[in-house]
């Protein structure tokens, strides 16, 4: 497996305020700024970068840590903020980048469609959202070129991934955000793999977070070569793909999912642990007492 990542992350002036990253990062996507291989440039008010793929969880926590370093340097005097969603200033929404979106069409792995939500809502809403993409790939392997799989793939990410994140997120501005963005089913197919879509940025916020990310990315990918995905859905072939989840109630775990609803991800972690390595169920743990500690201490 490789796995990289584009995040998205809002710029605050000393008021707290918004600002159109454009203003300050220069750099679009087609002429980024490039440093220790990590590329950082504006994207519509956002500012995003990207780490190149990585092999192994060392080299892909090195390369966010050096990707948030670098941003907060060149976002200075400006504060780069994890938030999930704001309520962008209609000044600031008045500049021409402030209604661009990605080219590249998102797809529900459910429904098998291309969401069109988001382009519209970018036109009409004075809401942004941040991102906290993957990109993962087979390397050595041809489990993710497969188009059949890669849905199941989608499928399995939100069972142990997509609901991990809910149980240890604690950003509120998150249920604005999976109004549109970020819901249960959310990626991108790529010729390498697919881009998940459903995390925002705040995973990259501590070391600790991004291993996790990366450890459950790891997980789920090693055992979709072992066909994991056996034990809940079957897949059927005809005139049309069709797939069907026996294993568990998938309708649930888009309701945590898309409505950030902890109480139910915390239950149904219990569910997910019984398919997990001790040592990653652990680390699941520790993330959620960082999470809780950071959340009663206001940070």
């Not at 090195?62 to 948030?68: D, H, L, S």
């Amino acid at each position: 497996m490789q796995i990289g990542s584009d995040v998205e992350c809002f710029l605050r002036n000393s008021s707290d305020q918004v600002i159109n990253a454009a203003k300050h990062i220069t750099h679009d996507k087609d002429n980024p700024y490039k440093k220790q291989k990590i590329k950082i440039y504006y994207d519509n008010i956002l500012a995003e970068f990207n780490i190149p793929p990585c092999n192994n969880a060392r080299e892909f926590i090195t390369n966010i840590t050096n990707g948030v370093y670098l941003l907060e340097k060149l976002a200075s005097p400006y504060k780069v903020d994890l938030t999930a969603a704001a309520i962008i200033e209609q000044s600031v929404l008045q500049d021409a980048n402030a209604k661009e979106s990605g080219c590249d069409d998102e797809y529900n792995a459910y429904t098998l469609m291309i969401n069109t939500e988001p382009k519209n809502f970018i036109k009409n809403s004075s809401v942004r959202t941040s991102g906290g993409h993957l990109h993962i790939g087979s390397v050595g392997d041809e489990i993710l070129l497969d188009p059949i799989i890669k849905p199941l793939f989608v499928y399995m990410l939100d069972l142990f991934l997509g609901l991990t994140s809910v149980a240890i997120d604690n950003d509120l501005s998150q249920i604005d955000r999976r109004k549109v963005f970020g819901r249960a089913g959310s990626f991108r197919p790529k010729n390498y793999g697919i881009e998940y879509r459903v995390l925002s940025s705040w995973w990259i916020g501590k070391p600790e977070y991004t291993a996790l990310v990366y450890s459950l990315t790891d997980f789920v990918y090693n055992e979709m070569i072992e066909k994991i995905w056996e034990k809940f859905w079957t897949v059927t072939i005809g005139d049309k793909i069709s797939y069907n989840c026996f294993g568990y109630d998938v309708n649930i775990i888009k309701d945590a999912i898309n409505n950030c609803n902890k109480f139910e991800a915390d239950r149904l972690l219990g569910f997910i642990f019984n398919f997990m390595p001790n040592d990653l169920v652990q680390q699941i743990n520790d993330a959620k007492k960082i999470a809780s500690h950071a959340n009663c201490m206001g940070g």
